[in-house]
């Protein structure tokens, strides 16, 4: 954190800094026998950066998707500003809380400036179908929409793709299309869903300044990722998830430091790790993989994880 993109100013109609915003408490999800998240509480409070990490299949995604009303929780509550969430998508963008995806979720024939248009919808008189079929509802509101997407596309650095359709850019470039139509709801919270993966590590730096200048804007921000650097460079606080469970939280150095999340997650950087080559020769793989994976990543029809949705 070395840049004054780190300042904690509050912008105007934001809640004072250290007002809890997102409060989970005791979030369970059951899919049958398997118990995916498991009593988890979380808090966010306005003005902060927290990070969920985790190993794969710990159930982050999983607690996303209860938080933003995918999945109804088998057990606990979720408050955002002290409401409880209501069990639908829309309503939940619509109540202040928006959030990109694990695997992209464009739509790839649309333009960029479409796409930030759709993600409107909330904050207009005029609905999804108005902006996808132009009617005149969605003419009159057009104007003002149009501005602040264009607003929101020169924040994230894509205003020169504005008519470019979203499936001609870049994968690091989607990932900050879906960031830039996330925030065109006007939310107060807004959840990332591994906002890095595939990225490479310039991408990866640009992005935590956007999270940076995200948070300086008013909007606090949970986001999950297996970046540590990134992770720990940016979270004021981390919470760790382990098998569905919340295994540890606190700031940085205090989850580097702790004995059960080197064990269950980060590991033990060793020198002479009889391990390194073959987990170089994964990272490497699991690389070209991401690289082939940006060739084809439309959106809209993304196949992913069962629960990525
Ligand atoms: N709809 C579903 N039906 C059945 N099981 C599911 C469903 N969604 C998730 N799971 C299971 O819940 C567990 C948690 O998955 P989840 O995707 O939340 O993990 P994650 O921490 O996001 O992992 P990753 O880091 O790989 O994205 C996994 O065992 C997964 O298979
Ligand atoms: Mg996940």
């Not at 997102?22 to 009593?39: H, I």
Request: aromatic residues 6%.
């Amino acid at each position: 954190m070395t840049t004054d993109t780190t300042t904690k100013d509050t912008a105007p109609g934001a809640p004072a800094p250290g007002t809890t915003i997102l409060d989970a408490r005791g979030v369970t999800m059951r899919f049958g026998g398997l118990t995916a998240v498991n009593g988890v509480d979380l808090t966010v409070n306005s003005g902060e950066i927290v990070g969920l990490i985790g190993p794969n299949g710990a159930g982050k995604t999983t607690f996303f998707n209860c938080l933003t009303g995918l999945y109804i929780p088998t057990e606990g509550e979720v408050r955002y500003k002290g409401q409880v969430l209501p069990a639908k998508s829309f309503k939940v963008t619509a109540a202040g809380v928006a959030r990109t995806f694990q695997n992209i979720r464009l739509f790839a024939n649309m333009t960029v400036l479409e796409n930030v248009l759709v993600g409107r919808h909330t904050r207009t008189k005029e609905g999804f179908w108005s902006a996808v079929l132009r009617g005149p509802g969605f003419h009159r509101a057009e104007k003002a929409s149009r501005e602040r997407a264009l607003e929101l596309l020169e924040f994230v650095g894509l205003a020169p793709k504005a008519d470019h359709l979203a499936r001609n850019l870049p994968y690091g470039e989607q990932r900050k299309l879906e960031i830039a139509r996330a925030l065109a709801s006007e939310p107060g919270l807004l959840l990332l869903d591994e906002p890095t993966a595939g990225m490479n590590p310039q991408e990866t730096r640009a992005t935590e300044e956007l999270v940076f200048a995200i948070r300086d804007q008013g909007i606090a921000v949970l986001v999950i990722e297996h970046d540590m650097r990134f992770i720990f460079n940016l979270c004021d606080r981390v919470a760790v998830l382990v098998q569905g469970e919340k295994l540890v939280e606190g700031d940085s150095a205090t989850v580097q430091g702790d004995e059960r999340v080197v064990a269950a997650y980060l590991g033990e950087p060793l020198a002479d790790d009889p391990g390194a080559a073959e987990a170089a020769e994964v990272e490497a793989a699991e690389a070209a993989q991401a690289e082939a994976a940006r060739a084809d990543t439309t959106t809209d029809t993304a196949a992913g994880k069962e629960n990525d949705r």
